[in-house]
Nanobody, 126 residues
Framework: QVQLVESGGGLVQAGGSLRLSCAAS????????MGWFRQAPGKEREFVAK????????SYADSVKGRFTISRDNAKNAGYLQMNTLNPEDTAVYYC???????????????????WGQGTQVTVSS
């Protein structure tokens, strides 16, 4: 079992920044990949970014590339999503997720992740 708890969401003006955190407990954190997803009202959950178990490999959705940075600190059992230059289209509930079955390099689909946090709301005003 893996428990994930997101924090750091909130209301920010367009152009601003937020840093989301994901605190993990349960299975050995350094053994699984992590991803961030988001879901806006009326839309499907979409991939934002992912990072491998060791933290040395990352991938981003085109819509956030160059603005968001995913990272992790295995010593602290924590993952992060630094979000810069936010715009109203980034408004959504953001989720972190753990993938325990793809040898440390997670996929892009929600169905490939076994554990999810409860989500944290990010609202960007224009």
């Amino acid at each position: 079992q893996v428990q994930l708890v997101e924090s750091g969401g909130g209301l920010v003006q367009a152009g601003g920044s937020l840093r989301l955190s994901c605190a993990a407990s349960g299975r050995t954190f350094s053994r699984y990949g992590m991803g961030w997803f988001r879901q806006a009202p009326g839309k499907e959950r979409e991939f934002v970014a992912k990072i491998n178990s060791g933290g040395g490999r990352t991938s981003y959705a085109d819509s956030v590339k160059g603005r968001f940075t995913i990272s992790r600190d295995n010593a602290k059992n924590a993952g992060y999503l630094q979000m810069n230059t936010l715009n109203p289209e980034d408004t959504a509930v953001y989720y972190c997720a753990a993938d325990l079955t793809h040898s440390g390099w997670p996929g892009n689909l929600p169905s490939e992740y076994e554990y999810w946090g409860q989500g944290t709301q990010v609202t960007v005003s224009s």
